[in-house]
């Protein structure tokens, strides 16, 4: 295991260290493992957090900020954070408008989200919403998921409603825009390569030089099918025609997300957006807004994930809102 | 070799498909590999150009916009591009003002800016300065190197230096500032594993699974020394010495970036941060300006380089001044 670490039990520690040294605007709370905006939530505003386990970043630490999260809470590598911890994000953010959770689809993460917000409830009367994204169409019923995992439509959503929430929105207005949001969203990924979690040391799969994974999940579970390597203009019909199977992407604009999973350099992820986006064009699919680069990763993979979102007038608005966070800063 | 590529040798061009597609804010040369803005140089304004062998993503097409360059010229993979890739960027984008080339150090590219700025001058009498950088103090004369090679530093030039013309200067004054932030900066890399060029279809380079190379070049050059892995602690210490032992970084503001090759996540990024910014603080350098990511890679290296730039309250604002591109983004 060749990896930028002092130990693999200190990897999360030690990096918040990094994100607390680059980002004095950020505050990281490293008992509890939370980072938080550096200025408290205003009164009236709905707190929107998010969290998971730690090897998907930017996501979510690299997106608090204005026009996003208010905090995100990290696990360790892979591993949901635990009740108390979201619940500590959960008080500290709460202005008195309550507070989003915002939880990708994995039953560790959705369990503790719940008994948090049930705590926080009742400790000390918070409200929280929640949304639970699921929207990776390759496998229903995962390694570590009922339905549909969470992935990539995460980073979109986090964006668009973190938007609305610093409109003033109120909770109830705010949970309905993530659930619709999540809705219109889906996404496909797939691997060249698995990843290496620090404490285990080794690959988390093997995966032979001749064959890639298609319909990965984030943490390097099994995906729909083995495939031999295939060009790239394939491997974008592998991703695109599950996506657009699954929802109907024409008739309005469309987000797209071409996201990489780690490992991928930049000069191949522009490459496949090449092939995804000839693809939509040829299915009718009109793509308004684009991001291309790692946006939610899993470690050090190799691979790539699409994700594409239907959206309307106000969900392109929000997008376009100002935004400054580490991971994405436009307006600003 | 396991890409997100079409074939080794359509790999330039079937990226920038995709650069076209995502940026349509951009305008994209296909036959001569060259990204520009997609407004004109407006009258008076010096245009700020780079290019150089493609691999290094996002330098430099994802640094072309407002605040940074007016086009770049993409070579094949780690190639320089050719003269007359050059001089067509140099032509279109003067717009009478001059043009400044900012050039790595490395041998091809500066005989071919060279041979392309004596072209523009003599065919269209375009004006052309240019800045060499040379900032890495790992080696002096390298594989593809005569005198220190280019790296890092080039993403700060190019930022500050975009800012300034930006802002109406003249070509001597941009010329003096690029010089003035080229003496102002240093860098230093490491590798843990090699880069595949897409073209060769294996490393560039052997290391064996419990070593890495201190003082790497960003095509996979040899650097100062191979060493047994080490912790990130100590890897930070190997990168800060030299940094630190070749130019005085304490009694001023310095922007410091912690760069990944393209293969390390950025959980490990941010580690490795977090290592700089103690050792920094420690030898009383301030760091007032901090980037932590992939912005000058080497396709898929895993490993990271660190720049330092001694910056002051000019230096600063312009660095703060508004920049729109894929690469770099804020204040617009």
Redesign the interface.
Known sequence: M??????PDA??A??????????PELNVDHTNRIIYRGNPTRAGKVAVISGGG??H??LHG?YVGLGMLDAAIAGE?FTSPTPDQIQEATRVVDSGAGVLHIVKNYTGDVMNFEMAAELADADTGVTVATVVVDDDVAVEDSTYTAGRRGVGLTVLLEKIVGAAAEEGRDLADVEALANRVNESGRSMGMA??SCTVPAAGRPTFDLP?DM?EIGVGIHGEPGRHRVP?A???S?AQQLVDPVLADLDFTGGPVIAM?NGM??????????????V??LLEKAGVT?AR?L?G?YI?S??M???SLTLLRADDELLRLWDAPVNT?GL????
Chains 1, 2 share one sequence.
Do not use: F, Q
């Open positions: 060749k990896k930028l670490i002092n130990a990897v999360l030690d990096s918040l260290k990094g994100v607390a040294a680059a980002h730690s090897g970043e930017p690299g590598v060249l390569t030089d890639m390597l060009p790239a203009a491997i071409l780690g490992g991928s350099p930049l000069i191949e992820l522009y490459l496949m957006y090449g092939e986006a000839a793509v684009t291309v790692d990763t470690l050090d190799a691979g790539c580490a800063r436009w307006g600003v």
